[in-house]
Nanobody, 115 residues
Framework: QVRLVESGGGLVQPGGSLRLSCVVSGIVFPMYEMAWYRQAPGKQRELVAVITSAGDTNYGDFVKGRFIISRDNTKKTVYLQMNSLQSEDTAVYFC?????????WGQGTQVTVSS
């Protein structure tokens, strides 16, 4: 059974930082690409960042160098370091992976950027 559990969200002031974590079980973690998505109220879910099994990364255009995705294969964990947070970054953040044709999602972690 594939399971993804996010943590690390919370309330942060504009300009602040947060690090999200996602612990994965049920797959051979090093073999799979991992991604972070986010969904703000009233908006569609959008891709934030992706990291391949080889460690190559790609980001949504809105990231603009502020976020870093990384993975620790020994801990079966993917991270999202978010810096220079803005109010527009307020959303529920989800980690995700694809196994064959099936997508798996965590429950999400809320990130709120507000003064």
């Amino acid at each position: 059974q594939v399971r993804l559990v996010e943590s690390g969200g919370g309330l942060v002031q504009p300009g602040g930082s947060l690090r999200l974590s996602c612990v994965v079980s049920g797959i051979v973690f090093p073999m799979y690409e991992m991604a972070w998505y986010r969904q703000a109220p009233g908006k569609q879910r959008e891709l934030v960042a992706v990291i391949t099994s080889a460690g190559d990364t790609n980001y949504g255009d809105f990231v603009k160098g502020r976020f870093i995705i990384s993975r620790d294969n020994t801990k079966k964990t993917v991270y999202l370091q978010m810096n220079s947070l803005q109010s527009e970054d307020t959303a529920v953040y989800f980690c995700s992976t694809r196994v064959g044709v099936a997508y798996f999602w965590g429950q999400g972690t809320q990130v709120t950027v507000s003064s």
